[in-house]
């Protein structure tokens, strides 16, 4: 037995005299929490206060015991109800005691360079469908289609001859904008065109194939019509190329990308708490966006990217500021980062070259975050029967024993993604049941691997002709993202509900006929999503920290919710009692955050991780791009072709962000990258982003298109099934709303075109361009 006594004047004596600091307080600050909790045990048995109480349930919590943590703090507040700060705490333990964010989900695990570099595994594949006979009138739509793209390319080349880099300028930004609409198509082509052969960098050595493949491998049955679990053989001469488990490319020099030399200069956590911080006055809203655009976005780039880190390899230990929350609330001096996996692939030869780092999810637009990035997650998703996914009686998610819902990625798990992935497994389910209506004589297999194919596709028109324009809602773009799906000549010739991916002439070119069924353009680099990529899509501050739930049929929210409390295994707590189709009515008329500075959220500002109970994300994002040799904001401008800024003044002119600024950085060539994007204030009209953000937009939107065969000379009728195409031809985001949950018709959903819209009902809202910007667009 401890004696209490005994410690506590033990405790209390290795606290100077001259120490104004509580010897409890003091402890917590070294993080010596078992010490902490036997000294206030000791004190609580002599006279119980409720300081003691508070402390001892905040070292609770900061130990992760989060119901330890609520009967402390509840003991605090029968002793002093008014004291905001046990309040807060209280919200906290229950918080973590409801969702479980001390479990990690999934496990972190070390790469193993023998599993990496092995050949990929056997992806269990049907066997290819039988060629469709071309017909005359088909061989001469495609010889005709040639022949127009042909002319059309040379006359594209022609144009862009009267560019250069001076053209994309008015001083420091972007003028395609400001131009007449052809001319700012043709600028527009231009970016793109000069980044796709100046800002793609393949990480493996010269002559090498992705993650050191043999060639000339054989390819196994059935990857020349069907996606593997991995994403390996997509290029059936680099077998590699874009699965899970190989090295991110990079979209700037690779002799720029190492480590900055110090990674805490300036302080991450102090930017976190002058330039990120949300204010008091509450969140700056999105009045054209409601709250599915926020979900969606970590929804795909899930599918896309995905970095493996955690203790196992090392810490990074970052000082917090006196004003910082941690401190202030819970003691803490700093915060502790676990560093990124590092590559256990690099050859000998590479010991001069910047480091590297392993995505562990495919790269390809393939629904990788529905159905898993290797072949065991896949099977085990699967019934086994019909083609379909697992789902519940209720048409919802498994949860698993770690309280979580089982999908193909369910890291960083919160309502928003609980909500889409149940929505893309079921359509998943309904794409199956068309299918084997149509070939019954289909087995589990093949339908599943055709539905796979078909969902896939609507999840990337659905982003690329509506979540993008409805984030970027400009007329040129509009049209520009359309272009990318459809070709210029569906865009500007056919209503939008009269579109056709596939028409039958379709003109050989990506910008007339469109990217989709046209040829595969990866100019001389293999594809990847790289790590700049990654760091300009860390848009955290779209997420409110409470959510208003509302029933269909209310105009007011019946229930207002913290984030924190629909995270983990909070989800599937909310989804047995909350109805799917109230909780999609209720993102549809949520709005999302501004991306600008002073608008993260400060629920993942004091977010609850395994180990780790108090967590600056917005500290750690600025770690991140540092740690990656992700250039800073200047020299990643320069990178890109971009004109660097010369003054703060550049940036912004409101005085207070400016002070802020230079409080934080010596010159503008010390601004982090993700500070310098939202603190740009020159942006289109309605423009949700910079463009800095949008100069690598340019570059990858067409690319995770372009260079993906399932995208383009296998997105045909043979590979996807003529019902395969239709289906594609026939959804978008409302469609699929509506065919899984058809009370969302009664809906303002029913009103709007776009679903990512807010969903105002019928009135003076809908034609208000504040609040829809598409409405006159979406034609």
Known sequence: MINLAYKKREYEAEVHESDELDPAI????????????????????????????????????????????????????????????????????????????????????????????????????????????????????????????????????????????????????????????????????????????????????????????????????????????????????????????????????????????????????????????????????????????????????????SHRMGSIFGIHEIPLPEDHPARKKYHQTKMFVGKTAPDPTRARSEAGVPPTYINEVTSWWDGSQIYGSDQKTAQRLRTLRDGKLRLTEQGLLPVGRDGIEETGYNRNWWLGLGMLHTLFTREHNAICDMLKARYPAWDDNRLYNVARLINAAVMAKIHTVEWTPAILPNSVLYDGMNANWYGMAETLLRSRKDRRTLPPLKIASPEVGGIVGNATEKFGVPYGLSEEFTEVYRLHELLPDTLELRRIGSSVPVEHVPLAMVRQSGVHKLTARVRMEDLFFSFGNMHPGQLVLNNYPNTLRELSLPGNPMYDLAAVDILRARERGVPPYNEFRRQLGL?????????????????????????????????????????????????????????????????????????????????????????????????????????????????????????????????????????
């Open 643 to 779: 004109q660097p800024i010369r003054t703060f003044e550049d940036l912004t002119s409101d005085q207070a962000t400016l002070a802020a600024l230079k409080r934080i950085y010596r010159s503008v060539e010390e601004i982090d990258l993700l500070v310098g994007n939202r603190a740009e204030a020159v942006r289109p009209d309605h423009f949700g982003f910079g463009e800095t953000l949008f100069h690598v937009f340019i570059l990858n939107a067409s690319r995770r298109l372009q260079a993906d065969r399932f995208f383009t000379e296998n997105y045909n009728a043979e590979t996807y099934t003529p019902e395969g195409l239709r289906w594609v031809d026939e959804s978008d985001m409302k469609a699929v709303l509506l065919r899984q949950f058809p009370a969302l018709g009664e809906t303002g959903l029913a009103n709007v075109i776009n679903a990512f819209e807010p969903w105002d009902t019928e009135g003076a809202d809908i034609g208000n361009p504040a609040r829809h910007p598409l409405h006159t667009l979406d034609r």
């Open 26 to 305: 003091a402890l917590l600050e070294r993080g010596n929490y078992l010490d902490a909790v036997v000294l206030l045990k000791a004190r609580l048995a002599d006279r119980p206060t409720a300081s003691d109480h508070g402390l001892l349930g905040t070292t609770y919590l900061l130990m992760e015991l989060y119901e330890d943590a609520k009967q402390q703090l509840e003991l605090a507040l029968e002793k002093d109800p008014d004291s905001k700060d046990w309040t807060g705490k209280l919200q906290k333990a229950m918080e973590g005691s409801l969702t479980g964010v001390n479990v990690q989900v999934p496990e972190m695990l070390p790469f193993h360079r023998e599993e990496l570099l092995a050949p990929p595994e056997d992806p269990n594949l049907p066997s290819p469908p039988p060629p469709r006979p071309a017909t005359p009138a088909g061989w001469l739509y495609s010889v005709v289609g040639k022949l127009v793209g042909k002319i059309v390319d040379t006359v594209k080349q022609r144009q862009l001859k009267n560019f250069d880099d001076a053209s994309m300028f008015d001083g420091v930004w972007t003028n395609w904008y400001r131009k007449r609409y052809f001319e700012a198509i043709l600028t527009l082509a231009y970016m793109r065109e000069r980044l796709d052969h100046h800002n793609l960098y393949d990480t493996y050595p010269e002559g090498e194939l992705t993650a050191f493949q043999a060639k000339n491998q054989t390819p196994p049955q059935g990857v020349t019509h069907f996606r593997t679990a991995d994403g390996s053989w997509n290029n059936l001469d680099n077998p590699k190329e874009g699965a899970a488990g190989v090295r991110f490319p990079r979209n700037v020099a690779q002799s720029s990308t190492w480590p900055r030399a110090d990674l805490l200069t300036p302080n991450p956590a102090e930017i976190s708490q002058v330039l990120l911080a949300r204010r008091d006055e509450g969140m700056l809203k999105v009045p054209f966006l409601n709250l599915l655009a926020g979900a969606w976005i970590q929804f795909m780039v899930h599918d896309w990217v």
